[in-house]
């Protein structure tokens, strides 16, 4: 790949590869913009089929989270680690303390936590080696697994969203189909089977199915068949680029609104559901519980502050909704502009000359 090229489309800022032979830690750690602060955005660890693969995710991410950041109103720009190895065997105390020691290094222009394939446990090695690290164990004052603040967040905007699909935010009989039931998913449906909604779950993972089975009475359908069924919401909560092509046909829901990072496929995506008059709750925008909760650690961590903020989900979501209908856009766009203008007035906001303690000679 052209990485200057790519880099300059998007107005990256650094990408950084980090290697240990002895604990074998391949990480590339990218920071996209740090406009309104140091960049936050998890530590994902996947079998990448190349190098390659895992410097386009890395970047991909990276921009994600200064989105994401910015539209849940955080003083934090965006960045990530992508960390080559598979999960399941390559972990290993050097590994970690290995990517601590280059995440210190950036001296808290990046600050990491969990992402997909890394643990409350993982955080609390990279916390040996850096301060520059959220979602470690309560143990340490900090806010632990964030997955269940995420589902909270997640549920709030599912409510948004079917206020302005059904005129009502009562989630009570509706049929919410839910792709994926791990660590997010799972917390999803206890909000929503403790508010009456039924569930139809998928999941490659059988045990996490008849979970959702037993503990709420949801019907189990197979991986393919769940964009098929006869719901009111449809809930990605596993994968990326679902919504493509091929699946916005067969969809006979009124909401898409999960956990899921990235879901739509390619943009044009984002228009066909608006078309085709499904309410698009911006995945970035609905799954930010997680980030606001652990970025609430950099001002010591205070549980009922970080789910307060998170209840601002709700509201959110409503004013992406009011931008599209004032804009004539659909709801993608309109989150991306959103968090856009924040950036651009903060740029400008934050361009004001402050001498910050420091001599004001250092400043020449
Ligand atoms: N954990 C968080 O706090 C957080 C925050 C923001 C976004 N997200 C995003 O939400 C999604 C879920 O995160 P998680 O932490 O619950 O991950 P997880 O790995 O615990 O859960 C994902 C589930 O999806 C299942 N799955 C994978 N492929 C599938 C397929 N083809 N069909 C059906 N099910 C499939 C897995 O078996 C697993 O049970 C991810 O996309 C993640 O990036 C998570
Ligand atoms: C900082 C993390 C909790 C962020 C989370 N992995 C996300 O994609 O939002």
Redo the contacts with the bound molecule.
């Keep these: 790949m052209k990485i200057f090229e790519y880099m300059g489309k998007y107005d990256y800022e650094q990408l950084v590869l980090c290697h240990d032979e002895q604990s074998g830690l391949k990480a590339i750690i990218c920071i996209h913009d740090t406009t309104l602060g140091p960049a936050l955005g998890g530590t994902r660890m996947w079998t990448y089929d190349s190098e390659d693969a895992a410097i386009e995710d890395a970047l991909r991410l990276a921009r994600g989270m200064t989105y994401k950041n910015a539209a849940a109103g955080l003083n934090l720009g965006g960045g990530k680690t992508v960390v080559i190895g598979d999960p399941k065997k390559d972990k290993s105390e050097a590994l970690f303390r290995a990517l601590g020691r280059y995440i210190q290094g950036l001296n808290g222009r990046y600050i990491t936590a969990?992402?997909?394939g890394t643990t409350v446990e993982d955080m609390d090695i990279i916390r040996e080696e850096t301060k520059y690290v959220t979602g470690v164990s309560p143990a340490f004052g900090s806010s632990g697994n964030?997955?269940p603040?995420?589902a909270y967040g997640v549920y709030k905007g599912m409510k948004a969203a079917s206020k302005v699909a059904f005129g009502d935010d009562s989630l009570k009989g509706k049929v919410v189909a839910v792709?994926?039931?791990?660590?997010?998913?799972y917390n999803l449906c206890k909000h929503l089977h403790a508010e009456g909604a039924k569930l139809i779950v998928?999941?490659?993972?059988q045990a996490?199915v008849d979970r959702a089975v037993q503990e709420f009475g949801a019907e189990a359908v197979s991986?393919d068949k769940?964009y098929d069924v006869d719901c009111d919401i449809f809930s990605p909560?596993?994968?990326?680029a679902i919504i493509n092509d091929e699946t916005i046909e067969r969809l006979t829901c009124k909401v898409v609104a999960g956990?899921?990072?990235n879901q739509l496929k390619e943009e044009k995506h984002g228009e066909m559901l608006e078309q085709k008059g499904i309410i698009y709750a911006p995945d970035y925008v609905i799954?930010a519980?997680?980030?606001i909760n652990v970025a609430d650690e950099l001002y010591g961590y205070n549980r009922d502050r970080a789910m307060k903020r998170v209840e601002t989900i709700y509201d959110n979501m409503l004013k992406v909704f009011e931008i599209a209908k004032r804009d004539g856009i659909p709801s993608y766009k309109a989150a991306d502009r959103m968090a856009e203008e924040r950036i651009a007035a903060m740029r400008k906001t934050r361009s004001t000359f402050l001498v910050n303690g420091q001599s004001i000679l250092s400043h020449r």
């Design positions: 969990e992402d997909v964030p997955s603040v995420t792709q994926g039931v791990g660590h997010v998913a998928t999941d490659i993972n996490n991986p769940i909560c596993a994968l990326g956990a899921a990072n799954n519980g997680g980030v």
